[in-house]
T-cell receptor, first 115, second 119 residues
């Protein structure tokens, strides 16, 4: 089955530590996205990538970094500069160029907590 | 800047009743798309329905329909004959632009409505 796989499901970070969240898709989508969701809130865009080796900052990129070396993979690194990283992180992908009625497809998310 | 407002933090509905979840939006774009997603307690986001700004008819998908009132900038989700499995968070989201040249589809999400279906 085609879909988006995020790992790990739960992740704990120590003070001063960088952690990397994995996102892999086999939908053959060109565009990929990372969102952050805080409790009781909507999703906010962290980074997005339209094609391999290219990515743009979203609304809350500070303290995060990404890479896009392969079409299938879009890992997110939460750096020590992100002072409040506890949140639920969702990865998504979409057809590029986007057809008007085609939605973004989401993974199951990674829940990050501070130790 | 685009903005989505969902004014109902929580809704409680009896099973088999219809329910309307409110969504209003603000944009200066003439072309845009509106999406509704369902998020169960497990966390994944499930796409429900889409409405384009130039669509003349309200979108429908099975038990889901969209009450689109462009002049009022509202896109309310209607769920008919609610089921216990409909209990979840529901998010309204907007994408600016309808055409491919606008690039990746950046979505703006509302804060969501938690729907609880009572037996």
């Amino acid at each position: 089955d085609g879909g988006i796989t995020q790992s790990p499901k739960y992740l704990f970070r120590k003070e001063g530590q960088n952690v990397t969240l994995s996102c892999e898709q086999n939908l053959n989508h060109d565009a990929m996205y990372w969102y952050r969701q805080d409790p009781g809130q909507g999703l906010r865009l962290i980074y997005y990538s339209q094609i391999v080796n290219d990515f743009q900052k979203g609304d809350i990129a500070e303290g995060y970094s990404v890479s896009r070396e392969k079409k299938e993979s879009f890992p997110l690194t939460v750096t020590s500069a992100q002072k409040n990283p506890t949140a639920f992180y969702l990865c998504a992908s979409s057809i590029q160029p986007p057809e008007s009625n085609q939605p973004q497809h989401f993974g199951d998310g990674t829940r990050l907590s501070i130790l | 800047a685009q903005k989505i407002t969902q004014t109902q933090p929580g809704m409680f509905v009896q099973e088999k009743e219809a329910v309307t979840l409110d969504c209003t939006y603000d944009t200066s774009d003439q072309s845009y798309g509106l999406f509704w997603y369902k998020q169960p307690s497990s966390g994944e986001m499930i796409f429900l329905i889409y409405q384009g700004s130039y669509d003349e008819q309200n979108a429908t998908e099975g038990r889901y329909s969209l009450n689109f009132q462009k002049a009022r900038k509202s896109a309310n989700l209607v769920i008919s004959a609610s089921q216990l499995g409909d209990s979840a968070m529901y998010f309204c989201a907007m994408r600016d632009g309808l055409f491919p040249f606008r690039g990746a589809q950046k979505l703006v999400f509302g804060q969501g409505t938690r729907l609880t279906i009572n037996p």
